[in-house]
């Protein structure tokens, strides 16, 4: 039964997805106005707080609020030190870590909102032949160019700017920088009908330029996902948090060597962020920080028990010949399916 | 230079917080005008009363006397979940969650009771640690005549103006149809809406914040303005006067000093610069690329 229903790893994720997509979105009409928000509180990297009536509470938005209203007020006041600064960012961090051990960085690959938006985009993009963009020489450049955008964000809009504004150096407005350019803001509220995030303040410079600046994001990443695999997740400050802790928890990514290796790269093809070191490494090196965890690589590696998606010491998939051959009857490692091809009708 | 500037800046705020008696208390921004606004009778925050604290808030009662106050958490003991507060001689009240990490909402009430008046203001305080969820807490009767939010907003969540929020009106644990529940503001509004047969009321937030007072939020405590509003009702029944009211309050309309067609201009834009990205491109070496 469940093998019909789910034939390959790729048909289970995506409906994982849909229903992570679904909870996340619309989750308290399921579980309902109250526990929608305690639900996100124990898990934070849930969905939004912009989204007021649904769920609420990324990650990110205590981590800036913290440092806005906590550590950087803290500092200022100079008093109340535990309670004030240790106990809620411990808390945060904490319980962010709590769900954390659950699935890892499967969150971004199996649960994150604005993740399964650009993949379901990207089948779009895929279904009707727009050409793969992909980040390797000759084409957008080397991936390595764009890795450290995601720190950078995570340092300045997540970390500091937050921080300067708790100082009282930095104005107000940029409290939390990263929720006013967050396109997943815009999309878990856009989606419930809810147009106030993409209205753009028109009383404060500042929170306006953020604001600009997160719609032309939204909008660009959301033409991208036609051709680029996963614009954003490359850019994605929680990504780059949750690669913090991604040797910390018992899902993960290994590969063991194989000689094939060398002269395959399937593997790094199947990988929507490109990495490119799943095929040239092994070992620690292949779990790459870039990694969502997602498990295409597994699902495309021709060769049998080379790359496991495992949980501490058990196995909960690994790659396979005869897997392989299904997987590549119905779609190419880069995405690529039969196109959806429009002609003019013929006349007798 | 400009380096210079800031750190002078940021050392003239570590100077001014070092010689300041008191941080300001975080509700004080966002209340700033006198409490003659009602007269009937409140739960009001004083020092600390900001939303979403975590260890305690003042409260106290206006309107009325009250030696103490009641107040209800959804979490904890028997004993933690109904406490008694002593009204301290500043007239305010420290409220605590039932445990330093138990938060949510606690329903606080003052009562003022004579042979012939029982008069009762009520309130809920925050604290953004998690906690049991309020359904419960909402749902159980404690005094005669009670005014109960269907819903309460949540953390990041406002009441706000031009909304519509339903509430409860009960007398003795049942609804109280056809009742009729004054609404007044902060801003200066008047309002009067009526129960239907369930006891519900439905009731509109006034849009009256003024172009003026919307800036005063974006102060200390960094929120949305917020204004107070008090919800009242009364009715007599067996040879007593019963005046219960329930006060919190509510922020500007999300829709106030914000622009759609500028944020869709923005994501237009955003969309016409990914446009290059949709043009075909030769197959690069890797094999990655299979339409040329």
């Known amino acids: ?31 309902g106005h109250y526990a929608a928000e305690k639900i996100s509180g124990a898990l934070p990297a849930l969905s939004c707080a912009y989204d007021m009536q649904n769920s609420a509470y990324c990650v990110l938005i205590p981590t800036q609020h913290q440092f806005h209203h906590r550590i950087g007020e803290g500092i200022v006041r100079a008093q109340q030190v535990t309670f004030q600064i240790v106990i809620p960012f411990l808390m945060t961090v904490l319980s962010f870590f709590a769900f954390f051990v659950v699935i890892g960085k ?6 994150c909102p604005l993740g399964t938006i650009q993949e379901l985009v990207a089948r779009i993009g895929r279904r009707f032949g727009f050409g793969l963009r992909r980040f390797v020489p000759g084409d957008l450049g080397a991936v390595g160019r764009v890795r450290p955008v995601k720190w950078l964000l995570l340092l300045a809009l997540v970390f500091l700017l937050p921080l300067l504004a708790g100082l009282g150096v930095a104005s107000h407005s940029l409290g939390n920088p990263y929720c006013d350019i967050c396109p997943s803001r815009l ?23 953020l604001g600009a600046i997160g719609d032309a994001l939204f909008g660009f990443l959301l033409v991208a996902a036609l051709a680029v695999r996963q614009p954003f997740c490359r850019i994605c400050p929680l990504l780059a948090w949750n690669s913090l802790f991604q040797r910390l928890s018992p899902l993960r990514l290994v590969k063991t060597p194989h000689e094939a290796c060398a002269k395959c790269g399937v593997c790094s093809q199947a990988c929507p962020l490109d990495i490119a070191e799943i095929a ?57 399916v039969k196109p959806v091809r429009f002609a003019a009708r013929e006349h007798a | 230079m400009k380096t210079a500037l800031l750190t002078l800046a940021a050392l003239a705020a570590f100077e001014a917080a070092a010689q300041a008696p008191a941080a300001p208390p975080a509700a004080a921004g966002r209340y700033a005008k006198s409490q003659d606004w009602t007269a009937y009778p409140l739960l009001l925050p004083a020092l600390g009363g900001g939303r979403g604290e975590r260890l305690a808030v003042r409260l106290g009662p206006r309107n009325l006397h009250a ?60 604290f953004s640690n998690p906690g049991k969820a309020p359904t419960a807490l909402l749902r159980e009767p404690r005094h005669e005549l ?24 009960r007398f003795n644990g049942a609804p109280l ?40 939020g974006h102060g200390h405590d960094h929120g949305p303005p917020r204004a107070r509003f008090v919800l009242a009702a009364e009715l007599d029944a067996a040879d007593k006067h019963y005046l219960t009211a329930f006060n919190y309050s509510y922020a500007p309309d999300a829709d106030r000093d914000r622009s759609l067609a500028w944020g869709a201009f923005f994501g237009v834009l955003g969309m016409a610069g990914a446009l290059p990205l949709l043009r075909r491109r030769k197959p690069f070496k890797d094999g990655g690329q299979i339409d040329a």
């Open chain 1, 106 to 111: 499967a969150f971004c690959g199996w649960v």
């Open chain 2, 146 to 169: 009670e005014i109960v939010p269907e819903r309460l907003p949540r953390e990041h969540a406002n009441y706000r103006e031009s909304e519509k929020w339903g509430f409860l009106v």
């Open chain 1, 187 to 209: 999309a878990t509220t856009l989606l419930t009908g809810n147009t106030e995030q993409l209205a753009l303040r028109t009383n404060d410079g500042i929170a306006f330029a």
């Open chain 2, 177 to 216: 149809a056809n009742q009729v529940l004054k609404l007044d503001t902060d801003n200066g509004s008047r309002g009067r809406f009526l129960t239907d047969a369930e006891g519900r009321a439905v009731v509109l937030f006034p849009r009256d914040f003024r172009p003026a007072a919307e800036s005063r």
């Open chain 1, 1 to 31: 039964m469940l093998k019909a229903l789910f034939p390959t790893l790729a048909r289970f994720r995506l409906a994982v997805q849909l229903i992570m997509l679904a909870l996340t979105v619309y989750g308290s009409v399921v579980v």
């Open chain 2, 67 to 126: 030696a103490a106050l009641d107040v209800f958490a959804a979490d904890g003991s028997p004993e933690q979940r109904h406490r008694q507060v002593p009204v301290g001689e500043d007239g305010n009240a420290a409220v605590a969650p039932v445990a330093p990490a138990k938060g949510n909402y606690t329903w606080v009430v003052a009562r003022e009771e004579d042979a012939t008046h029982v008069t009762v203001a009520s309130t809920v305080a925050y």
């Open chain 1, 280 to 336: 040239q490494a092994h070992g620690r090196k292949a779990f790459h920080e870039d990694c969502t965890l997602c498990g295409r690589c597994a699902e495309y590696c021709p060769q049998d028990g080379v790359i496991q998606l495992k949980w501490g010491p058990w196995a909960l998939f690994a790659s396979g010949r005869e897997y392989y051959k299904r997987r590549v009857k119905a779609e190419l490692p880069d995405g690529s």
